[in-house]
């Protein structure tokens, strides 16, 4: 292998060669991921195929090639199989070698489906961040709170009256109720105990799970690839992390009829904080819902932050330090009638 090579295969940027008849000579493996083919179907085909339906593109690399000027485009929609659409910058650069006929370097950078994709380690560090500071008040709140509980049960039996119990009763209740959201605050405080396990185990049991609990009009579908490779997690966190997410969408569909599909499939060097990983599992979370409100798209797996009436906030943050705890990253896309959680998970641990 070149390194010429070496470094495009390795290249987080999507890059793409095509000839002047806009035919794709050459692509990466970034490229390959961004726009679900693979090299072998996608070489030698015309620019129209490869994206059909965006006169923007064609226009902007026709451009290219007559003025033999670099430029660059922001925000093309580029309209992928099972209609699928992702939004791009791209830089065109045509090339000219000599007598050779001119050919086009087109890099492409996703603008995040419309929604900020959670890849950075800045990000990363910052829902960490939120989640100790929301764990430190808990547990602030959490001590006081069983003082102040215990001393209105030993109250409770000096009083005689019936009627001033019920104000005992009153606090009890409430400190009951503050006690369990406190709980829900503190989130999982175990270690993860981990093992080799296939990622199916996991699904099969938040799809059992979730199927008793839906209405019927919600149907819950399964997509597997069965040749993922084991991974090392703790099942009981990655079901929570799953259930979290499932449970949104049930809600986010209410009484209207609607489909969850589980998917799980491996994708090929993906970068999650700053470590470049080989091969990760990628679990889809897919449903046809209203979407996300665009008022929490940048802020949804904060904690606290919530869209419904009697929400906490909490599951998605949880979700989020669950699956963080194994190395993994969940990011999200969303728009009406499409929102998918995608949790990534790291799949070379195993042999080490
Ligand atoms: N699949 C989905 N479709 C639409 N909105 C969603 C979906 N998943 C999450 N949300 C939104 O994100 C918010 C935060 O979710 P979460 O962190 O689980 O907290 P909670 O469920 O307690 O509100 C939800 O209140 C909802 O508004
Ligand atoms: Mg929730």
Redesign the pocket.
């Given at each position: 292998m070149t390194s010429e090579h070496h470094i495009l295969e390795n290249l987080n940027t999507a890059v793409l060669l095509f000839d002047e008849q806009l035919c794709l000579k050459q692509l990466n493996p970034a490229s390959e991921a961004m726009l679900a083919v693979s090299a072998r179907q996608a070489v030698g085909s015309a620019v129209k195929e490869l994206v059909p339906a965006d006169a923007d593109f064609v226009a902007a690399l026709q451009h290219a090639l007559d003025t033999e000027e670099p430029r660059t485009e922001r925000e093309i929609q580029l309209h992928l199989a099972h209609m699928h659409t992702i939004i791009v910058d791209c830089t065109i650069t045509p090339l000219r070698d000599g007598s050779r006929p001119p050919e086009l370097l087109v890099e492409l950078f996703q603008r995040d489906r419309h929604l900020r994709i959670a890849r950075e380690e800045q990000l990363l560090a910052q829902y960490n961040t939120s989640r100790t500071l929301l764990r430190g008040i808990a547990h602030e709140i959490n001590n006081p709170l069983g003082g102040l509980r215990g001393a209105a049960q030993l109250l409770e039996q000096e009083l005689d009256d019936e009627a001033l119990r019920e104000y005992t009763n009153v606090i009890i209740g409430e400190a009951d109720r503050l006690q369990n959201l406190l709980r829900r605050m503190l989130g999982p405080n175990t270690l993860p105990h981990k093992k080799v396990i296939n990622i199916h185990e996991v699904l099969e049991r938040v799809y059992a799970l979730t199927q008793a609990e839906a209405p019927p009009e919600i149907t819950i579908k399964r997509n597997y690839d069965p040749s993922i490779p084991e991974l090392v997690a703790d099942p009981e966190q990655l079901i929570q992390a799953v259930l979290?997410?499932v449970r949104?969408?049930m809600?986010?569909l209410g009484d209207n009829s609607g489909t969850i599909t589980l998917r799980s499939r491996t994708q090929r060097q993906f970068t999650i904080g700053n470590h470049r990983h080989k091969l990760v599992a990628r679990i889809d979370i897919i449903?046809d819902?209203?979407?996300?409100?665009p008022s929490?798209r940048d802020q949804?797996f904060y904690p606290m932050?919530?869209?419904?009436a009697d929400?906490?906030?909490?599951?998605?943050?949880i979700a989020q330090s669950l699956v963080n705890q194994h190395d993994g990253l969940i990011e999200c896309s969303?728009q009406a009638g499409e929102?998918v959680?995608t949790l990534l998970l790291p799949l070379e641990k195993i042999d080490e």
């Open positions: 979290n997410i949104n969408a809600q986010a449903d819902g209203p979407g996300i409100p929490l949804l932050v919530t869209g419904r929400g906490t906030g909490l599951g998605l943050s969303s929102t959680f």
